[in-house]
């Protein structure tokens, strides 16, 4: 098994439980009363990071508010580090070769037209109710790993990989259509200042800047420029991404022989004198630096600050971000709001239209003999991984305040209805998703002592 995929998927699944944590959190606070008032008005509290009249939170010249920091800046972040995830994979991951990549996308194609579909046939033909059609098109990585976690060996490696690289595909769609159909009044000097900065991070990369702090510092402009655009401004962080180095300026035969040479510098010591403490000469001190410095360079500013973005996003961005939206206060809900409209359709998208989609898609593709199924899959193992890709908490939530937030009273009747849909459908997917696992994968063999 793959080492990075093997700590890759440990860290989604550990995450996930964070995320659960923190979205029971926000539905607490948003339904006892007293606590809730205070829960709803914090993300309305406006937020500054000023410099004389300038303040870098500021849209149209008005400071944005906490939970717009969140949803813009600090999604920003996220989408910085889905954007190197996506980059890495079509570089050396799941989607690097046809052979590898296809299933997934077909199966990631499917389980994003599907959904639309199942929306667009239970809402109401309603302009402002349409605006959520892309809610249910997302598969939350951290979520559906972490579901398979709970499973362990039970489940094959091929399946583990085929999921995963459909949720990269999946956010890579999610963001085409983030950028496509929710942007705003386009303001052309900010449009054309962002194409600077989009411009200055690629002359970067072609003249082999490999200093990740000269891309983060553009990103932060561009961020800015495109956040008072009118184009979404998380699409900053996916911009940034893919304009980030993936190689290394000098090659890695370089670096392991500079590390060998210096390794050679040391004196052979007796195995008996191992444990002693050696006093080191200033000349070896600057030979142990000059190793250190050649293991760092060794990997590529893209895994470096892919490696150090998980941490802050799996416990502090999704979290926070979980904790500010999942918030849906149930005494202005009616069970009502699941069996018609925004709450049913996003619900039935998630549930029906995800498992119809992928499966089908996939299924179509193995018969056409276009793709195999997962090594070590059966067609009822991976019918059940289908049913989990439905779990779609986190860019459907995104999304979903995309569609219906600043769109007055209304708007915020059809953003509480979907996300109750997104919650009480990513629920049911998995639900039905480890039910259906538990009876489809093979049992573990038992252990001999």
């Known amino acids: ?31 006892i009363p007293n606590i809730k008032e205070w829960y709803f008005a914090l993300w309305q509290n406006p937020i500054s990071l000023s410099v004389g009249e300038f303040n870098f939170f500021s849209h149209n010249g008005h400071a944005i508010s906490l939970g717009q920091m969140i949803n813009d800046f600090l999604m920003a972040i996220f989408f910085l580090s889905v954007g190197l995830e ?66 362990k060996t039970r489940v094959p490696i091929g399946l583990k990989m085929f999921l995963a690289a459909l949720a990269v595909a999946d956010d890579l769609g999610g963001i085409i259509v983030i950028a496509l159909f929710y942007s705003s009044d386009i303001n052309l000097m900010f449009l054309a200042l962002a194409a600077l900065c989009v411009g200055v991070l690629i002359v970067g990369n072609v003249a082999k800047i490999r200093r990740k702090t000269f891309y983060l510092a553009i990103g932060l402009v561009l961020w800015y420029m495109m956040l008072n655009s009118g184009i979404h401004s998380t699409i900053a962080g996916v911009i940034v991404a893919f304009c980030i180095p993936a190689t290394l300026k000098m090659g890695t035969g370089h670096y392991l022989e500079r590390i060998r040479n210096n390794v050679n510098k040391f004196p052979v010591i007796e195995i008996d004198k ?14 142990l630096k000059s190793i250190e410095s050649a293991a760092d360079k060794m990997i590529s500013p893209l895994q470096d600050l892919e490696d150090t973005l998980h941490a802050p996003i799996n416990y502090i961005v999704i979290p926070l971000f979980a904790f500010a939206n999942a918030g849906v206060d149930l005494s202005q809900m009616s069970l009502e709001g699941l069996f018609s409209g925004v709450g049913l359709a996003v619900m039935l998208g998630l549930v029906i239209g995800k498992f119809v989609g992928v499966f089908s898609f996939s299924w179509l593709a193995v018969r056409l003999g276009i793709v195999t199924l997962p090594a070590g899959a059966s067609w009822r193992a991976f019918a059940s991984v ?64």
Not at 429 to 441: D, P, Q
Request: with cysteine.
């Open 1 to 31: 098994m793959n080492y990075s995929f093997l700590s890759k998927f440990k860290r989604h699944a550990s995450s996930s439980v964070v995320l659960i944590f923190f979205t029971v959190l926000a539905l607490i606070c948003a339904n």
């Open 86 to 151: 996506i980059k890495r994979e079509i570089k050396v991951g799941e989607l690097s070769s046809m052979d590898k990549a296809l299933l997934p996308i077909i199966g990631a194609c499917g389980g994003m037209l599907i959904p639309v579909l199942v929306f667009w046939l239970v809402c109401p033909d309603s302009a402002a109710m349409q605006r959520g059609m892309a809610i249910p098109m997302a598969t939350d990585i951290a979520f559906s790993l972490g579901i398979l976690a709970v499973f």
């Open 274 to 287: 191992l444990h002693n403490t050696i006093v080191l000469t200033n000349d070896q001190i600057h030979t």
């Open 386 to 449: 289908c049913v989990v890709c439905g779990i779609g908490f986190t860019v459907s939530m995104f999304i979903a305040d995309l569609s219906y937030a600043g769109l007055g009273a209304e708007g915020a009747a059809l953003l509480g209805e979907a996300k109750l849909g997104v919650l009480i459908g990513s629920v049911i997917s998995a639900v039905i998703g480890c039910v259906l696992l538990n009876k489809t994968l093979p049992q573990e063999a038992p252990q001999h002592h």
